[in-house]
C-alpha cells in the first residue's frame, strides 16, 4: 500500500511508547465519526490534566469509596459533595459544608433516616 505523509494507511498492529500529534487527538473505532465502536484498554488508565469530561449515561465503578478531592494537602477548604442535574426542575445536593462541619441538603428533606438507633 502507498505510504506517505498524505496516505491513508491501515495497519494490523501499532506497538509504540509515545502518541504526539495536535493539540486534539481523536480514537475513532469504527471510524464512521458517529461516536459508536468500541475502545479497550488492558492495564491502569491514568489521565493528567485539569479536566476529564465524559459524555456518557451509565458509569460502572469497582470501588466502594469515591474520593472527591483528593488533590487537597493542606488544611480542608473547600466544600464537597454530589449534585443531581434535574433537568428544568432545581438541583438538588448533598454536601459536606467546611465552614459548618455539617452535611448540607441545601433545605431538602431526608425520609427513612436513622440515627444513632433512632428515627427522625
Known amino acids: 500500500q502507498e505510504v506517505e505523509t498524505t496516505s491513508d494507511v ?6 509504540t511508547d509515545l502518541i504526539e500529534g495536535g493539540s486534539t487527538i481523536t480514537i475513532d473505532p469504527a471510524g ?4 459508536t465502536g468500541t475502545v479497550v484498554i488492558d492495564g491502569d488508565l491514568t489521565v493528567n490534566g485539569v479536566t476529564t469530561t465524559v459524555n456518557s449515561n451509565e458509569v460502572n465503578i469497582g470501588d466502594s469509596i469515591i474520593v472527591l478531592n483528593a488533590d487537597e494537602t493542606g488544611a480542608a477548604s473547600q466544600n464537597g459533595g454530589i449534585e443531581i442535574e434535574r433537568g428544568t426542575d ?3 445536593s448533598f454536601v459536606w459544608n ?3 462541619d ?8 431526608l425520609h427513612n433516616l436513622i440515627l444513632d438507633g433512632g428515627a427522625y
Open 10 to 15: 491501515e495497519f494490523n498492529k501499532v506497538t
Open 32 to 35: 464512521l465519526g458517529d461516536n
Open 90 to 92: 432545581a438541583n438538588v
Open 98 to 100: 467546611e465552614t459548618d
Open 102 to 109: 455539617k452535611w448540607d441538603l441545601n433545605n431538602e428533606e
